[in-house]
Each structure stands twice: as C-alpha cells, then as structure tokens.
C-alpha cells in the first residue's frame, strides 16, 4: 500500500469504511428476518448486494438473460467461481438461491448474511451429504426456483475454467429441467483481468476487500448462456456441456483439475 498516493489511500479508507458500515447495516435488518415473508428477505438481498458492489465500485454487466427458459421451467445456473463476489454479483442480476459449501458459513458476517437467504449449505467432506443437498434441490427446482451452483469446488484466479463436479446436477435431470451455465469474468479499469477480484489461494477475505477498495473500479461481466435441456441426459455429460460452454465464452482453458473424490459434493467458495 505504501507505492499508493495519499488519495488513493484515502479513498481505500473511505471505501473500507464504508464497507464496514453497511455490513453492520446487514446484520441489523437481518435480525428482522424471522418475521418476514420469504420474498420480502429475497428483495431485501438482492438491494444490499447491489449496494454492496456499489461501494466497492464493482460495475456489472450482464450478457443475455433468462428470458430463453420455458416459462415456469426448472433451472439449475451453473457458474465459474472466482470471487467471494460471486454470490453478490450473481445475486443482483438475477431472482436466484445458492447452493454453498459449509465453509461460508463459517466467513465473519457474510456468511450469517448469506445463510438468511434460505441457501443450502454441503458439508463438501461428508459424501453422504450430497442425497440431502439434492432433496432440498429437487424441491426448489419443482417449485421454480432458480438455484446457483459452483460446480468446479473451488475457486479460480479466473485464467482457467476447472471442470465441472456433476454430483448436484442429478436433480435438474430428475425434473426435466434446464441447466443454465453461467460465465463470469472480473476486469480492471483497462479491461484487463482482474487479479483484485481473485479470491484463491492463500489470499484471505480482508485481504481481498484491501484489494478491492484501492481499485478505481472493477468490472464484473456476467454471461447466461444458452440453457441446455436436462432430460434424458446423464448429469456428467450435462457437467461438461456446461464447464466447456463457460470456457468458450471467457475464451480460457477448461482443465481437468477437479478434486480426486468422484462426484465430490463440490459447490460455492472456495
């Protein structure tokens, strides 16, 4: 931080701070939550996301919508993950729940934020999990709810697509639904990758937020690409239809750097 000018300097004090501000702001609405309808909690979420991305000057562009789904059909989204951000810019683009790893849980007062909004955590280390990960999923989809998923386990420092754990995508398959593959890209002022936005690592969540704040500005680019139909398709090969679709679309590599566990139940952060 020292090679930074007094102004950029201030400007990441300012920014911090604000930051600071509006995750106590979080945790003090939250505390209502218990008396308030679903939808109401939904509405709620996706403002404090984008207001969020707002003070940490992260500017989203989205690329395609929904809007290519039957009316009322199942979705299951299917996303790259590069950022602790991620949840937050996929939140504002879309009416949406997550699927995240227990570890979330777990982050300082983000994670109590996030589990407010009804996601579904996995105990990634407990294989057997996974049937009630899927049960709580199936249930979403039939309703219509749109769930979010990071299938690659991990994340990334967004210079490579990993491949894409298919143990979550069982059921989209049982609904006949639509996996929806979703690619995301953080880039600088200059339009170049982002390394700020990177949370992977050794890099902590402070450290992220550091990062974040002394940027001018981050661009996220958020990508729906086309949905593919589930039915009667093996959710393996549904997995790597929609980690190589994502590829294609950032133009990175898809690696095969999966976790050794056979369809571990991998999803959201690191």
């Known amino acids: 931080m020292s090679s930074r000018s007094p102004r950029e300097r201030l400007r990441q004090v300012v920014r911090l701070s604000q930051l600071a501000a509006h995750v106590g702001l979080g945790l003090a609405l939250s505390a209502s939550f218990p008396l308030q309808p679903a939808r109401a909690r939904r509405a709620w979420f996706r403002w404090w996301s984008k207001r969020l991305l707002r003070i940490v000057r992260v500017r989203v562009r989205v690329h395609g919508d929904l809007d290519a789904l039957p009316s009322g059909a199942p979705a299951l989204l299917l996303s790259n993950h590069v950022s602790w951000l991620d ?12 699927v995240a790893k227990s570890d979330i849980r777990d982050w300082p007062v983000l994670g109590w934020l996030v589990a407010c909004q009804g996601t579904v955590f996995v105990q990634r280390t407990r294989r057997a999990d996974t049937a ?10 039939a309703r219509g709810e749109p769930m979010v998923v990071f299938p690659e386990g991990t994340t ?12 979550l995508l069982q059921p989209v398959v049982a609904v006949s639904g ?5 690619a995301l890209r953080y880039r600088d002022a200059s339009g170049a990758r982002s390394d700020a936005a990177a949370y992977a ?6 450290d992220s937020a550091k990062l974040l704040t002394a940027e001018r500005e981050v661009h996220a680019d958020v990508h729906f690409l086309a949905p593919l139909a589930a039915a009667e398709r093996h959710r393996r090969e549904l997995a790597q239809a929609a980690a190589a679709a994502v590829a294609t679309a950032l133009g990175l590599p898809l690696t095969d750097k999966a976790r050794p566990e056979p369809d571990a139940a991998a999803s959201s952060s690191r």
């Open 132 to 141: 009630r990960v899927n049960a709580s999923l199936a249930s979403a989809l």
């Open 156 to 167: 990334t420092d967004g210079t490579e697509v990993r491949a894409f754990h298919a143990s």
């Open 178 to 182: 639509y996996a929806v593959p979703v």
């Open 201 to 206: 690592g050794d890099r902590s969540l402070w």
């Open 87 to 98: 949840v937050f810019v996929v939140r504002a683009s879309v009416e949406c729940r997550f």
